[in-house]
Nanobody, 115 residues
Framework: QVQLVESGGGLVQPGGSLRLSCAAS????????IGWYRRAPGKQREMVAT???????NYADSVKGRFTISRDNAKNTVYLQMNSLRPEDTALYYC?????????WGQGTQVTVSS
């Protein structure tokens, strides 16, 4: 089994920054993708940013140029640096990992952007 524990969410004013972290443990071998999704109130879950095999990154168009995903393999941790946050970034952010065992999800961390 894979365990994913997110941290770093909170309340921030528009234009501010947050850094999310996701610590992975358990059967994380043969990981083919790791990253972040989010679900805003009343909306479907959407991909925010992912790192796939080979180190390539994918971003949602709405966050390109503002969010940066990175990974520390030694710590089995993936990060999401979020800058220039907007009210529409308010959502529950989930860590995601896909490997030979299939997809795994964290419990989520709430990000609220409001003045």
């Amino acid at each position: 089994q894979v365990q994913l524990v997110e941290s770093g969410g909170g309340l921030v004013q528009p234009g501010g920054s947050l850094r999310l972290s996701c610590a992975a443990s358990g059967s994380i071998f043969s990981t083919t993708a790791i990253g972040w999704y989010r679900r805003a109130p009343g909306k479907q879950r959407e991909m925010v940013a992912t790192i796939i095999t080979g180190g390539n990154t994918n971003y949602a168009d709405s966050v390109k140029g503002r969010f940066t995903i990175s990974r520390d393999n030694a710590k089995n941790t993936v990060y999401l640096q979020m800058n220039s946050l907007r009210p529409e970034d308010t959502a529950l952010y989930y860590c995601y990992l896909r490997n030979i065992g299939g997809p795994s999800w964290g419990q989520g961390t709430q990000v609220t952007v409001s003045s």
